[in-house]
Structure formats: C-alpha cells, structure tokens
C-alpha cells in the first residue's frame, strides 16, 4: 500500500513535470515570435556593445560570465529602457540556462517577468537564441528528469512485485508448515494412544 502511494506520487510529479515543459514551450514561442525581426543596421552605442558582448558570452557557453554582463548592462543603463530590457532579458535567459532546480528555473522566469518589451514598437531588440537555447535546455533537463522517474517507478514496480511474490511463497510455506505440524500432532498422538494402550 506504502508502495503503491509512491508510485502514484512519482505519477504525479511527472505530471507536473510535463505542464510545467509545456508552459515553458508557449512562453519560449510567444518570445520567439515577437522577438524575431531584428533592427535595422546602425552604429552601435556603448550599451548596445556591451549587450553584444554579453550575448557572444552567453552563446560561447560561458554563463557565470555572460550573467555578469547582462547585470552590468542592467546597471550601466538608467536612460536607455530597451537595453536594460534586453540585459534582464539576457539574465532570465543566463539563470535558465544555469538553473539547477526547479526553484532557480522558477525564479529564471520571474526575472523574464520584469522584461517588459516595447509595446509602442513593432521592432524589438532582444535575441531570441538566448531564449531558444535556454528553454530547450531546460526541456532536456526535465526529459532527463522524467526518465529518470520513471525508471524509480519501473525500479518500484519490480521491487512490489518480488515482495507480492514472496508474500505469496511465504504463505505458501506457512500453509505447508502448519500441515506439517497438523500431521506430527496427529503421529504424537497415535504414539501416546499405543503407549497407553501397552
């Protein structure tokens, strides 16, 4: 019984594991469909270097040090909303892609919350690759995760099924054991019956 609650909970956190790659699923697409038009071509500022730089640091794989430049563009740019956007962007998308748990991907996402696109702008400024790779990676986690519960519960269901199939010989053995003892009782009882009867 004990047993069995563990497998319908293992069921339940693969459920929630597979909403919850869903849910990343529609918010990577809603990003990627009004991230895709790319600006046209200009001189680039200071800012937008430095975003630059912290993007090709993040696509080299190199997080600990991408986060630091997306923050240092967070920082950096009090008058420029569009490249502190992209910088928390770039962060979300950084702690995504680092995040351990679901607690740290939980609050990836809630830093992803603070970026508030241009809503007058048709054009946006943000690289959807970031967000691309970030939820793909995530969605390969949680796969990783998910076969891994699964393998528990398939581990869980063989180990149920040896203890049943014990129970079922141990019982066996009881039944065979009392009649054991039913057929000696009734041989000691013969035996006392010939000895009273010498």
């Known amino acids: 019984m004990i ?11 693969i459920s929630k594991h597979i909403l919850l790659c869903q849910s990343i699923l529609l918010i990577s697409l809603f990003l990627i469909l009004s991230g895709c038009i790319q600006l046209a071509v200009r001189p680039a500022t200071q800012g937008e270097s430095a975003l630059k730089a912290a993007e090709q640091t993040f696509l080299q794989v190199n997080y600990a040090l991408a986060a630091e430049r997306f923050k240092k563009v967070i920082l950096d740019q ?11 962007y770039g962060l979300a998308c950084t702690k995504m892609m680092t995040a351990q748990n679901d607690d740290e991907f939980i609050n990836a996402v809630a830093l992803l919350n603070q970026w508030t696109s241009s809503k007058e702008e048709k054009m946006h400024f943000e690289n959807p690759e970031l967000l691309i790779l970030a939820v793909s990676h995530m969605v390969y986690i949680k796969e990783q995760e998910k076969q891994k519960l699964l393998g528990q519960i398939g581990g869980l269901n ?6 049943n199939q014990e129970s079922v010989e141990m019982q066996q053995l009881i039944k065979t054991l009392q009649h054991q003892i039913s057929e000696l009782e009734n041989i000691d009882q013969e035996l006392q019956e010939k000895r009273k009867a010498q």
């Open 3 to 13: 047993v069995q609650y563990r497998c319908e909970n293992n069921k339940t956190k």
């Open 78 to 88: 009090n008058k420029n909303q569009k490249i502190k956007n992209s910088g928390i």
């Open 158 to 163: 063989t180990k149920v099924k040896k203890q």
